[in-house]
């Protein structure tokens, strides 16, 4: 049988392997999936330890992302232009593929939600591995992408990687006033930041918060998110968690390591009505 991990820090409440587990169930796919806890500065002996034992494949979370893109020498051509890798196969040559299904996930989901169309001018809050690997997709889309960070200089490096592409911008925290706000005009701002984990939220003015912008959280969580629950108070009336973008990217995961896409709309259905909120 095939054996596949999710390698993370935290991971004790990873969804992945929940959701492998569903996915093998509805194509008659046999696999094992497991969580693996990975000290910080532990990964690539950890993953060199999977390889050694037989592992087919992996996903990788917070915050091996960027060292995960390293440790592989061929890459889909998604993860290239990311420098960001989620997804790991094992190929029979025995090379280390990287990919990265999170950006194509998360498009996947906004569409289903009908939160995104190619004209959507989007804020992106951080610039971490998570903002940086989902850029791409959106990109290619057609739509234009703004970050704000608490450090600019983590959003100005993002905008160097992808060699100052059209679309992609940023602006200091300090700048961002109400005047300029409204002019820009958003209609999707998504948090990427990885504050939700300490329960916290990024230190953004509430002029970003009116009731016809979609807001759109990377985190998820069993209740509403700290950064929904701000949006909500301050008068967010379009608010989604990331649930349905773990489900879809996971879904870009076990495609590419079975060649069958399990339908995700049932399961992102069965999840959402354990929601609290
Ligand atoms: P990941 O690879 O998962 O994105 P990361 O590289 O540590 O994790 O990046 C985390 C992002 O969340 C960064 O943009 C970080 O801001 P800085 O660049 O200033 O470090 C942002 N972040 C984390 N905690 C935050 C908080 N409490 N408020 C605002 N931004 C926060």
Redesign the pocket.
């Known amino acids: 049988m095939k054996t596949f991990a999710v390698f993370g820090n935290p991971i004790k409440h990873s969804l992945s392997p929940i959701i492998h587990k569903l996915f093998a169930e509805q194509t008659g796919i046999l696999q094992k999936y497991k969580r693996i806890y990975v000290p910080l500065n532990n990964f690539y002996e950890k993953f060199s330890d999977f390889i050694k034992s037989g592992g087919n494949g992996a996903n990788i979370t917070?915050?091996f992302?960027k060292k995960a893109y390293k440790l592989c020498n061929i890459y889909t051509r998604r993860a290239k232009y990311s420098g960001v890798v989620n997804t790991i196969k094992i190929m029979k040559s025995k090379e280390i593929l990287g990919d990265n299904t999170d950006g194509i996930g998360l498009l996947k989901d906004l569409k289903n939600l009908k939160f995104i169309n190619p004209k959507s001018k989007i804020l992106l809050i951080?610039?971490?591995?998570?903002?940086q690997g989902i850029i791409y997709p959106l990109i290619k889309f057609g739509c234009s992408i703004t970050i704000i960070?608490?450090?600019y200089k983590?959003a100005k490096n993002i905008i160097k990687y992808f060699n100052n592409i059209k679309n992609l911008n940023c602006i200091k925290l300090e700048y961002f006033s109400k005047n300029l706000f409204n002019q820009l005009k958003y209609h999707l701002i998504i948090n990427?930041?990885?504050?939700s984990i300490k329960g916290?939220i990024?230190?953004i003015p509430s002029l970003i918060i009116k009731p016809n912008i979609f807001y759109y959280d990377l985190f998820y969580n069993i209740s509403i998110t700290p950064f929904l629950r701000w949006c909500r108070i301050y008068g967010a009336k379009k608010i989604s968690d990331g649930i349905g973008m773990l489900i879809e990217q996971a879904a870009y995961s076990f495609y590419l390591w079975h060649g069958i896409m399990p339908n995700t709309k049932i399961i992102i259905k069965k999840f959402k009505k354990n929601y609290l909120y």
Request: aromatic share 0%.
């Open positions: 917070i915050p992302k951080g610039a971490g591995g998570a903002a960070n608490r450090t983590n990427a930041t990885s504050s916290n990024p230190n």
